[in-house]
Every structure is written in structure tokens, then in C-alpha cells.
């Protein structure tokens, strides 16, 4: 490959007194240009041609400058670097020496040696050493490299980019832009590549992406190699639809090639400008066989540094001929091939038969790109920096040294290291320049989208940009309707590994593969994933519910044992009916009051029971409906009293006939206990009981309302907290305890001897009693929600129902269907049969 070098050569001084005498100074630089020596009329590259140009348009323009270098002529050399490593430093050594026979350590250059040196990055890690023998300054264009940045090793190099630290967080934040997880990775074997290979992948772990391949290409002097085809073969079959390219544009060249031979119209291609597309055309295909529509690279989304444009190089392109600089054996050399002319004679730079207006303008964009590309851009740049640092360095001389011999003032060019290790200077085009490695900015991007259009019409479209300053989130701006995607590609392409888990899914990862590589669960019950992609469900708050779909939460809807329900509806009106038949006996009972029948099972011991027994009835309403604060301190309490009030009635029923029977026995203690009604104060003394009970509950932990968002889908039950549980079960164990005092009187009684003796019936409706209320507490265990005050309030209707039946049912039979019975000739008649 071929460098430009930009040496000081000489430096006359206007020390006359007669006139002034023009001063010219050369300065050589370095850079790719040509795959051959200049000396051969061979194929080339346009991109590098372009960097000479921008090399010719600084020089020209300096001269120009009255401020900068006054009196001085800025001049350079060409000369070409081999891609070899037999060849590499023939030119470099040629240059030092002089002579076209390489001599080492020796120059027979009369003038002032060269005082910088302008090369692409690559070439001076292997010429640096050399170079750095003789404290030449060196400046780079191409990309960062970070063995440059050693300054115990290179201390003679100056870096023109800006620093790439941000540029694997804008491929990452355009990845993330699109939601491409599977993303493939192409890079040379270069330091600057092995970096960015290293701030990619971490950029992408620390987001959840992942590489899908990562294919390092080397350099092989752009032979075939075997190796070539099975990346190409990877790279092409790969599920990532989305490669990034980094690295030399040198070591992709081939690779380049058989990318654009195979048509590849399924891929996103991610990469930087240092892949130039338009210009990795060779010179030897002067009709380019890729100039249709649908191009391998069509699409392709480029990130550039954000450069300011530099007025007056179109212009410069524009009127850039052969005859303008008819000692340019490579402009002449590329007229040849681009206006079908003639090149005649050993120095490849006589024309014949060429358009006399013909213009670079003429081109198309495949064969010269007219827009500054970052490499001329860095080298404008560079020729600025050694002229500002020259100028500098002339002054400081100027005022300590005097001219040398012959009015010549020698420029030692290691003391330029001092003026541009502090330089910084605004360019023409109003860009800061820093040649201070520590002191740089990081770079902020364009990114631009490459267009390919028949007859090689292709263009590069700012889509936008991305600047790390900004605020995270505002990093990156894109315009995606100015978006171009390869051929056939409608939308926005996809590329990863696994299928996005939709809303309703969670992500599962696979043992042992790449996190972007997972299974789709459905969320649990009550979990739901609004997003795609969710990692983990997120559980509905307590008053929603999750739908089918498991991707929203539904409002809850309020249950309660309504009584517009058919569960409610029956409950009440079963508690009604009940209730009236309740007050129909009592009203029967008042109205035969003076019948033996009533007057033999105790009628006030009866009314009490029938009044007990109707509250009871009329309790159960108090757990049907929407429960609020007055009813939840109800319920229980009433429930709990009136059952007493109830259950101590039927004791003293029991007792009572008990003592009926002892009082027909001689003696008086059972016929004073029995006239006395002792038997009655049961009711008092077990009311009292409980209702201190209850009072201490209300006082401690009383019930309030409270919901139940867990035991039936899709509701939230209102419900009556009990409060606290320990009182709740010891107002229940009192209540069970007289029924179990009343069962067991009741069954010793059971056997008495009289014609209206209700023991028979006082032992069967304990019975039943005793047998719903076992059953009850653990069904009320098990059961939640509205369904537990269900089974409480059927408890409550089915124990006092059997109560009712068991021993009112019978006398009320007797009374309306049965009169012959209820009088005392008929009672006598039984007695009298019982008795004998």
C-alpha cells in the first residue's frame, strides 16, 4: 500500500535586504494509496486517491493562508507502503535515505529532513519503531488504535480521531432501538478491533443481547483462502439477521467481494465508515458489476463521526485535473480508467483522447464519492496540526535562534513533539482540534443508511444520530421512515434467537444457552405479563383478578350473600316461611292456651320457646345482604343469645318434667322446687352467661368487615370478621354446652310415664340440634367466602327447625286435627289405662 509523507524540507529565510524571497517547506506524509509502487500503472482505490486529494486541497489552502506559515511554501511527498511484509519498509527506508539504493542510518539529502509524518493507523504499528529512531513525528488518520496509545512505546504518534468509546453503546442503543437481540459480529485481527470486540460485548451483556457468531477475519494480501468460504457459509446461514462489521477495510476486502458476488438481501448490515461500500470497488472494474438495485448492501446502516463540512472541497474535486497537476501520476492514472483515455509512456502520466471538460463531478457514486469521507476529513485535520505546530515553532525560533548559515534556518523537526503535544486550535471548518490522547472528547455519530440505485446511483441518508452527552434515553434520534431495508424487506426486520414471548408468556431461559435463547411460559394463576418479553409475571394487586389471557388485571368484582342471589333468595326464603309458621303456632298455642295440652308441657316455658325460636328465624337475616358495621356486630351476638335464650328453654322444659315426675313421689322438696318454678331461672342464669360472654368479646375484639380477595376467581367477597376467634368458639362452646346438658336430661326423661310427656320429643329435637351443630364447625373450617356464612345461616335454620318440629309439631297435630285427645276426659281415660 502506498503513503503520502509530509516532510519539512527546506526553509529559506526573507533576510535580504533587496526582496523577499519565498521560502518553501517540505513536508512529507504517509497514507494508503496504492496496492503496487506508483511506478506501475496498476489497479488502485479510489477512497485512497480521495485522501490525497484532501492532503493536496489542506496544502493548497494553507499556502493560500497570509496568517499561517507567512512567506513559507507547505510542500510533500508522495510515497507508496507495500502490503507486505518483505516490502513494507522499502518506501519508509527510500524516503530516510534518499537514494533509491536503501542505505540504513545514512542520507545524502542536502536540504532539512522531513518534520511529520501522515500515515493510516495500521501501517505505523509496523513502521513506528523505525521511525521512532529518528523522533519523527507521526501523525495517524485511520481508525484509534489503542497500541498507539502507549506513549512508552510510540511517543512520536498523534492520534487525529476522536476517541470510539461510545461507539459499542450507539450500535447497542440502535439494536435496543429495533429489538434485536441476535446480532453476528465481524472483525479484523487488529487491536483497535480486539477492543471494540471487547466494549460490544460488554455493552450488549450489560442490555440482555446477545452475539450470535463472532467470525475475526485476517489479513491474507487478498488471496482466496478456504477459510474465507466457511465464514462466508457462517455468516450467510446464520439465524442472526443482523451482522456488525468492524475493522480494516483492507482484511474485508476479499471477504467483501464474495459478500457482493452472493446476493444477500435477508441481512442488516451494521458498520462505521472506515467500510467504505462505495469505494471498495477496485479500479479494475471500471464498470462496476454491483451497480443494481438489489446489492448485498443495500440497506446498510452506517455509524460516521459527526464532522462539520469543509467549504470549497467539492469545489476543489470539482476542478481537480490532470492538466491543473500534470505531475500527479495517479490522477492521470485514474482518468485513464474512468474518461476512456489513453496512457501513454513509462511514467504513466502522458494522456491522450480525454474530455476536455471532464470532471470527477462526472462520476458516478460508486467510482468517487465526492462527500469527505472520515479519513480525509482526519487528514485535513493533520496537515492543519503540523502547519499550527510549525507556525508555533518558527516563532519560538525566530526570537531565540538565529538563521544558519546562508540565511537557512535548520528545523530540528523532534522539537515539534513540544508544540503539538499542547496544541488545540479551531479548524476552518469551526471543529476543535485536540491532539492530546487524555484530553479528547468522545466522539458523537451520524448514522447514516446506504441507498443503492441502478447505474451505480448510491447514496448515503442521514437517519440520525447519536451523541453520548445526551441524557440516557435521548442518546439515540432516528428518522425510521427515511429508512431504507434491503430489497424486499417491507418492515422493520427481525433478528433473534427465540420468538418474542407475547403478553400472557414469561421468559424461560434454556440450560445452558445464551440468555437471548428461551422458552415461553404461561404466567401462574392471578400473574400477568402486559409486555413481550417479560422475564417475570407481575401478580394482580388484591382487588384485581388476572383474565384468560394472563395480560391484564380485571377489576374484581363485590360478592357478598345477597339476597337477590338464588343462594340468598332460598336461604330468606326459607327463614320467612319458617319465621310465620313460627308465629302460627305461637298464635295457636295463645289461642288454646286453656287446653290440657298446653297447660301440661309448661305454656309460658312454651311461649318462650316459640319467641326464642322465631328470633331465631329472624336472626339469620342479619348474615343475608351486604354486610356493614351495625350487622356484623349483630349477627353473632344475636345469634349467639337468642339460641341461648332457646337451648336454656328447652332445659327447663326438661327439667321441669323431670321434676313433675319426682313431685307424684312422697315427699316435698320436688313438689316445692316444681310450684316454685325454679326451673325457669335456667333461662335468666344462662342468658347472663352469655350474654357477659358476648360483652367481653365486643369489648376485647369485636367482628368488623373485612373482604376476601382470594376464595372465589374474579370477586372480592365482603364478609364479617369475626375478631377474635377464641371468643367467637367460647360464646359457640356455652351454646354447646347446654345443648348437651339439654340432650342429656332429656334422654334420662325419656322413658317417664305420662300422657303429655314431651321427654320422648325434647331428646329427639336435642338430637337433631347437637347433630347440625357438630356438623357445622368443620364444614365452616373448610368452606370460605360467601359459602361460610351460608352454612352458618342453613345451621341456624335446620337446628331451629328441629327444635320446632320435634316439639311443637306434635301438640300442634294434636290441637287441629286430633280435639278428642286435647281435653281431660281423654287425659283421664289415658291416665287411668297407664295406671293400671
Known amino acids: 500500500m502506498m503513503t503520502i509523507r509530509m516532510a519539512m524540507m527546506t526553509i529559506r529565510m526573507a533576510m535580504m535586504t533587496i526582496r523577499m524571497a519565498m521560502v518553501t517547506i517540505r513536508v512529507v506524509a504517509m497514507t494508503i494509496t496504492w496496492v503496487?509502487?506508483?511506478?506501475?500503472?496498476?489497479?488502485?482505490?479510489?477512497?485512497i486517491f480521495q485522501h490525497m486529494l484532501a492532503l493536496m486541497f489542506a496544502v493548497e489552502e494553507i499556502n493560500r493562508n497570509p496568517h499561517l506559515l507567512p512567506n513559507l511554501t507547505l510542500g510533500f511527498d508522495l510515497y507508496n507502503v507495500m502490503l507486505s511484509n518483505e516490502k513494507l519498509l522499502k518506501n519508509p527506508l527510500t524516503w530516510l535515505t534518499g537514494l533509491d539504493r536503501v542505505i540504513p542510518n545514512y542520507t545524502c539529502r542536502r536540504e532539512a529532513k522531513a518534520v511529520a509524518v501522515l500515515a493510516e493507523t495500521r501501517f505505523l504499528v509496523q513502521m513506528g519503531m523505525l521511525l521512532e529512531l529518528y523522533r519523527i513525528p507521526q501523525l495517524t488518520f485511520g481508525p484509534l488504535d489503542p497500541l498507539l496509545s502507549d506513549k512508552s512505546q510510540f511517543p512520536s504518534v498523534y492520534q487525529m480521531p476522536l476517541k470510539d468509546t461510545s461507539l459499542a453503546l450507539a450500535m447497542v442503543s440502535l439494536m435496543l432501538h429495533f429489538g434485536w437481540t441476535w446480532v453476528g459480529l465481524v472483525v479484523s485481527d487488529h487491536q483497535e478491533s480486539v477492543a471494540f470486540l471487547s466494549d460490544l460485548r460488554a455493552q450488549m451483556q450489560e442490555h440482555g443481547l446477545c452475539l450470535a457468531f463472532v467470525e475475526l477475519v485476517q489479513v491474507k494480501q487478498n488471496k482466496i483462502h478456504y477459510g474465507d468460504m466457511q465464514q462466508q457459509a457462517r455468516i450467510m446461514t446464520s439465524a442472526a439477521n443482523v451482522v456488525v462489521l468492524f475493522g480494516d477495510p483492507t482484511s474485508f476486502s476479499r471477504l467483501n467481494i464474495e459478500l457482493t458476488k452472493t446476493l444477500i438481501t435477508w441481512k442488516v448490515w451494521i458498520t462505521t465508515s472506515h467500510w467504505d461500500i462505495a469505494t471498495n470497488s477496485r479500479w479494475d472494474y471500471p464498470t462496476s458489476e454491483h451497480n443494481f438495485l438489489m446489492h448485498s448492501f443495500h440497506g446498510t446502516l452506517i455509524f460516521s463521526q459527526q464532522h462539520r463540512e469543509i467549504s470549497g472541497f467539492r469545489h476543489f474535486l470539482r476542478t481537480a485535473t490532470p492538466s491543473k497537476y500534470p505531475e500527479d501520476i495517479f490522477l492521470a492514472l485514474f482518468w485513464s480508467l474512468y474518461f476512456r483515455c489513453s496512457l501513454s509512456g513509462a511514467d504513466c502520466k502522458t494522456l491522450q483522447g480525454c474530455p476536455s471538460n471532464a470532471s470527477l463531478e462526472w462520476l458516478?457514486?460508486?467510482?468517487?464519492?465526492?462527500?469527505?469521507?472520515?479519513?480525509?476529513?482526519?487528514i485535513y485535520n493533520a496537515v492543519y496540526a503540523v502547519a499550527h505546530s510549525l507556525h508555533r515553532m518558527l516563532q519560538h525560533m525566530s526570537e531565540e535562534q538565529p538563521p544558519g548559515p546562508g540565511g537557512k534556518a535548520l528545523i530540528p523537526h523532534w522539537q515539534l513533539h513540544s508544540f503539538l503535544q499542547s496544541l488545540q486550535f479551531t479548524s476552518p471548518a469551526g471543529e476543535l482540534v485536540n491532539l492530546d490522547q487524555k484530553r479528547k472528547p468522545a466522539a458523537t455519530y451520524d448514522i447514516l443508511n446506504f441507498w443503492n440505485f441502478p447505474q451505480g446511483l448510491g447514496h448515503k441518508v442521514k437517519v440520525g444520530h447519536f451523541s453520548p452527552y445526551d441524557p440516557p434515553g435521548q442518546r439515540l434520534s432516528l428518522s425510521?421512515?427515511?429508512?431504507?431495508?434491503?430489497?424486499?424487506?417491507?418492515?422493520?426486520?427481525?433478528?433473534?434467537?427465540?420468538?418474542?414471548?407475547?403478553?400472557?408468556?414469561?421468559?424461560?431461559?434454556r440450560e445452558g444457552a445464551p440468555t437471548c435463547c428461551f422458552d415461553c411460559t404461561r404466567c401462574p394463576d392471578n400473574e400477568i405479563a402486559n409486555a413481550t418479553d417479560t422475564e417475570h409475571c407481575v401478580t394482580c394487586p388484591d382487588h384485581q383478578y388476572a383474565n384468560a389471557e394472563h395480560d391484564r388485571c380485571l377489576d374484581k368484582r363485590v360478592s357478598f350473600l345477597a339476597a337477590e342471589g338464588p343462594l340468598g333468595m332460598a336461604l330468606a326464603c326459607t327463614a320467612l316461611s319458617l319465621s310465620v309458621l313460627t308465629a302460627a303456632m305461637l298464635g295457636l298455642f295463645v289461642k288454646h292456651r286453656d287446653t290440657p295440652i298446653v297447660k301440661a308441657n309448661n305454656r309460658t316455658l312454651s311461649y318462650i320457646l316459640l319467641i326464642s325460636l322465631l328470633l331465631c328465624f329472624l336472626c339469620s337475616f342479619l348474615f343475608i345482604g351486604r354486610p356493614n358495621t351495625a350487622t356484623c356486630l349483630l349477627r353473632q351476638i344475636t345469634f349467639a343469645l337468642v339460641f341461648t335464650m332457646a337451648v336454656s328453654a328447652v332445659l327447663a322444659k326438661t327439667i321441669t318434667v323431670v321434676l313433675a315426675f319426682k313431685a307424684m313421689k312422697p315427699g316435698r322438696t320436688m313438689r316445692r322446687l316444681l310450684v316454685s318454678g325454679a326451673p325457669n331461672a335456667v333461662i335468666p342464669i344462662c342468658f347472663l352467661i352469655q350474654l357477659t360472654l358476648c360483652a367481653i368479646w365486643l369489648a376485647t375484639s369485636p367482628p368488623f368487615v373485612d373482604t376476601d380477595a382470594h376464595s372465589e376467581?374474579?370477586?372480592?367477597?365482603?364478609?364479617?370478621?369475626?375478631?377474635?376467634?377464641?371468643?367467637?368458639?367460647?360464646?359457640?362452646?356455652?351454646?354447646?354446652?347446654?345443648?348437651?346438658?339439654?340432650?342429656?336430661?332429656?334422654?334420662?326423661?325419656?322413658?317417664?310415664?305420662?300422657?303429655?310427656n314431651e321427654a320422648k320429643f325434647l331428646t329427639f329435637s336435642m338430637l337433631v340440634f347437637c347433630s347440625v351443630w357438630v356438623t357445622f364447625l368443620p364444614v365452616y373450617q373448610s368452606t370460605k367466602g360467601k359459602v361460610m356464612v351460608a352454612v352458618e345461616v342453613f345451621s341456624i335454620l335446620?337446628?331451629?327447625?328441629?327444635?320446632?318440629?320435634?316439639?311443637?309439631?306434635?301438640?300442634?297435630?294434636?290441637?287441629?286435627?286430633?280435639?278428642?285427645?286435647?281435653?281431660?276426659?281423654?287425659?283421664?281415660?289415658?291416665?287411668?289405662?297407664?295406671?293400671?
Open 36 to 47: 503496487f509502487g506508483p511506478q506501475e500503472c496498476d489497479d488502485h482505490q479510489p477512497k
Open 364 to 378: 458516478t457514486w460508486e467510482k468517487f464519492d465526492l462527500t469527505m469521507s472520515d479519513g480525509s476529513h482526519h
Open 480 to 509: 425510521e421512515e427515511l429508512i431504507e431495508w434491503p430489497t424486499g424487506i417491507t418492515q422493520i426486520p427481525r433478528s433473534v434467537c427465540s420468538p418474542s414471548c407475547g403478553p400472557g408468556f414469561r421468559v424461560t431461559t
Open 713 to 756: 376467581h374474579g370477586h372480592i367477597i365482603l364478609l364479617c370478621n369475626e375478631g377474635s376467634i377464641t371468643a367467637f368458639y367460647c360464646v359457640l362452646g356455652f351454646l354447646g354446652s347446654l345443648a348437651l346438658g339439654s340432650f342429656t336430661v332429656a334422654f334420662l326423661a325419656r322413658k317417664l310415664p305420662d300422657t303429655f
Open 798 to 836: 335446620v337446628s331451629s327447625a328441629g327444635l320446632l318440629g320435634c316439639i311443637f309439631v306434635p301438640k300442634c297435630y294434636v290441637i287441629l286435627l286430633r280435639p278428642e285427645k286435647n281435653s281431660l276426659k281423654a287425659f283421664r281415660n289415658t291416665r287411668c289405662k297407664n295406671n293400671s
